[in-house]
Structures are given as C-alpha cells and as structure tokens.
C-alpha cells in the first residue's frame, strides 16, 4: 500500500483530527482539521490593549469600546481561542507543534498530517497484532 493510501486510509478511520501549534510553529492545515493556537489568547489580549493610555479610566474606555465594536465576532474568536487551549491542556499537550489524533494518540514535532496519520495507522496495525 502506498504512503499515500495509507494515509488516507487512516485519516478515514480518524474521527477528530486537531493540530496544536502557535505562531512561531505554522503548520499545513487540510480540511475538516482542527486548528489549535496555544498562543491565541494572549494574542487577541494585546490587539485589545494595544496603545492603551496610561490613564486607566481612559483605557478601560476604550478597551470596553473595542470589546464592543468586536461583537460577536470578538467573542467567538475568545471562546475559540480559549476553548481549544483548554482542549490542549485537558489532554496533557504542553508541546508544540503535536498532532493529535482521536484525542487518544499524539504526535510533538510531527508537522505533515498525512505522515501523523500514517504513524498512528501503523501503531494502531502493529498493537491490534
């Protein structure tokens, strides 16, 4: 069987597939793949509070104003930021990048999705024996 049958053959018997990585760790993304960006929040708090004045009556006016201009946008970009960091840490994954695969098996430094793929196809293979 191919590499490439293979890791097809294994992405069809993943049913979740997340990708968990940051800015400085991008990776190739396919579709139907979770994308995961630990540093995510952090990265939204500093577009709120960028050129904030020294003031904190004036910058917490402007940070509620751009709370408020963000809507529901900003806040589904906070609950997506958060909730996936959450995701990451309630499976033990402090590494990046790492793929993980039905929220059972996890792959650090693998960047490629098909090769993750074809890893865990072959473990699930060698330990089903």
């Given amino acids: 069987m191919t ?7 294994a992405s069809a018997r993943a049913a979740e597939i997340w990708v968990i ?6 990776m190739e993304m396919a579709p139907g793949v979770r994308l ?8 939204i708090k500093a577009e709120l509070s960028s050129k904030l004045p020294s003031d904190p009556a004036q910058a917490s006016l402007i940070a ?14 906070l609950a997506t930021a958060y909730q996936g960091v959450i ?3 309630s499976l033990g994954v402090t590494k990046v990048p790492a793929i993980v695969v039905d929220r059972r098996y996890v792959l650090y430094g693998e960047t490629n999705i098909a090769r993750a793929l074809a890893s865990v196809e072959d473990y699930r293979q ?3 024996r």
């Fill in 64 to 77: 509620q104003q751009r709370l408020k201009r963000g809507g529901s946008e900003l806040q589904e970009r």
């Fill in 36 to 43: 995961i960006e630990l540093d995510a929040p952090a990265r």
């Fill in 126 to 128: 060698r330990t089903q």
């Fill in 21 to 26: 990585t940051d800015r400085e760790h991008p």
């Fill in 3 to 9: 590499a490439c049958a293979l890791a097809f053959e």
């Fill in 87 to 89: 995701g990451a840490w």
